[in-house]
């Protein structure tokens, strides 16, 4: 047994160390932008040429499992911080925690993996095993973005924002990218690997399916001009995490967002719209704040003749008589009544639907991991699945709170008209606090995943952190400007919002789910056909 134990090890951990290498394409630092998309490719292809080699379904999802918890315990380290240096968890039990996580996140690719060399076939090497692989790994991709509440954040086509697959995300959105990369993966482990006809076959694939997305990337997909440019303050306040909910620095915290929301700009003539301030910029509920309180942000407000956003968490009874406690953003311009503040009722008002397990909610069974964290304000209520964007200076505003823009097909509401004909939303709003995760690759993974929803939907977005990445993206996914991580500021900038619908817009992840069910079904019928 001990013999059999050592030989599955020796052979993992090769795919372990080609996951940590596929973990380094979502976010620049320790490669540069242009290699991220070749890395994420190449790193793909190590795992597939493993399926391709694998005696059975067992063996590939051994290797599957090897490549996939490589990925995610590279990938996501910076949960240790967040569990031990913020949330004061004990060392080991915050490293277990990373550890079973990425284990547990790693029998999805296993799954697929397994799935694709049983619907290939043994022996398998023309364009079904590429169908069956690309299958495989994009269709997993998707369990992961929805099992359990979801947990999407590394989908293989995150990697791909500045490379030549990137013009399927307006079309088919990132588990079409995520498609795309395993097809060209497959097809060139298969190209370096197989023999005879196939290889060429394969390489073909490849090259086509590159040039395609190359090719989809200068289309337009009807987007417009939606109004006049907007203009915007964004405040990135940099408030160190341990001291964000300490009761005795909270008035120096609000005092601080304050002074930014109201400095001068250093652009001529400047004059804000709209300020935007972080995910729980008043880290306090709001009827905790007092309205004389309210009233030097209402005067702040009135004084610029501008309107503010900000995050903050709300307390109001519920419709049943109880209490509700969300993780909002609320916007309130100069003419505002601060009691009304003080109770909740504001002109503009986002509540945040899609929560974090641990963080904003408690899964059942799970609350004695929760009770080891310092986490505060962790249990709140869920916000509708549509609510109406801001609207002001003639552009719609959809907010999003946190890793809420993870989850692209959950953002398509707010572009659609409301009940009641209400425009849809023009332009998306995100604001953040990724302090949890210190001076980590949380950061920049996450500016590359809101650079995805601007593609998608052919929408501008606005990023307002409390540590960063807070910055501007265009419609087509190009970041306009950012502010320096883990430093205090504010970005004076002018937004054009958009309207028009790009396919993804249209079909949301549809599409996708479609041609992999068709790689599946193609791979299965290509190999029982070869069977008989």
């Known amino acids: 047994m001990a013999d059999r134990a050592g030989q599955v090890i020796r052979r993992g951990w090769p795919l372990l160390f080609a996951g940590g290498l596929h973990a380094l394409a979502f976010a620049p630092g320790p490669l540069p932008v242009w290699l991220l998309p070749l890395i994420q490719v190449l790193a793909l292809a190590l795992l597939a040429g493993a399926v391709w080699r694998a005696s059975g379904p067992r063996a590939a999802a051994v290797r599957g499992w090897w490549f996939g918890a490589g990925t995610f315990a590279v990938g996501f380290y910076w949960i240790f911080i967040s569990l031990h240096v913020y949330g004061e968890m004990a060392v080991w039990l915050a490293g277990l925690a990373v550890v079973l996580l990425a284990a547990a996140l790693a029998v999805l690719p296993a799954l697929g993996m397994a799935l694709a060399r049983r619907l290939a076939g043994p022996g398998s090497g023309g364009l079904g095993f590429v169908a069956a692989f690309a299958g495989g790994w994009a269709g997993t991709e998707w369990v992961r973005g929805w099992i359990f509440t979801g947990f999407p954040w590394l989908n293989a086509g995150y990697a791909h924002v500045d490379g030549p697959l990137s013009g399927y995300a307006p079309v088919l959105g990132v588990h079409g990218v995520a498609l795309a990369a395993a097809v060209v993966a497959g097809a060139f482990a298969l190209a370096a690997c197989g023999r005879g006809p196939a290889r060429v076959r394969a390489g073909a694939a490849g090259l086509i399916v590159l040039a395609l997305g190359a090719g989809l990337s200068v289309a337009r997909w009807g987007i417009e001009p939606a109004g006049r440019p907007i203009s915007l303050r964004l405040v ?3 408030v160190e995490q341990s001291n964000k909910f300490d009761p005795n ?5 609000l005092q601080r967002h304050l002074a930014m929301s109201t400095q001068p700009s250093g ?12 995910e729980t910029a008043i880290p306090l509920f709001q009827d905790q704040l007092p309205a004389p309180l309210w009233q030097q942000w209402i005067d702040a407000a009135g004084a610029q003749g501008t309107a503010l956003a900000t995050g903050i968490a709300l307390h109001t009874p519920g419709p049943d008589g109880g209490s509700r406690y969300t993780n909002s953003v609320i916007g309130f311009t100069g003419d505002a009544d601060p009691n009304d503040l003080v109770n909740g009722r504001v002109p503009y008002r986002y509540d945040k639907a899609h929560l974090v397990p641990f963080g904003e909610f408690v899964p059942t069974g799970f609350r004695w991991f929760v009770n080891a964290m310092v986490m505060p304000m962790g249990d709140f209520d869920r916000g509708a699945k549509r609510q109406q964007p801001f609207a002001i200076a003639g552009q719609h505003i959809a907010f999003n709170i946190c890793y809420e823009d993870v989850f692209g097909e959950e953002l398509l509401p707010a572009l659609r008209p409301g009940p009641n004909g209400e425009p849809g939303a023009t332009l998306l709003a995100n604001v953040s606090n990724l302090g949890w995760f210190g001076d980590s690759w949380a950061l920049p993974q996450h500016l590359r995943i809101a650079r995805m929803r601007s593609l998608e ?19 087509r996914g190009r970041v ?3 502010l320096p991580t883990h430093a205090a500021g504010v970005l004076d900038t002018v937004v054009q919002g958009t309207t028009g619908w790009t396919p993804y817009a249209r079909w949301g992840n549809a599409a996708a789910l479609t041609l992999i069910a068709m790689c599946l079904a193609g791979a299965g019928l290509r190999s029982r056909v070869r069977f008989r």
């Not at 652009?267 to 972080?278: I, N, R, T, W, Y």
């Not at 939907?457 to 265009?474: E, F």
Request: proline share 7%.
């Open 480 to 482: 306009q400007a950012v």
């Open 457 to 475: 939907l052919g929408r501008p977005s606005i990023r307002a952190t409390n540590t960063g990445v807070t910055g501007v993206i265009d419609s």
């Open 249 to 253: 620095l909270i008035l120096d915290t």
């Open 236 to 238: 990135q306040g940099n």
């Open 267 to 278: 652009v001529a003539g400047f004059s804000p719209d709209l300020v935007v301030l972080p």
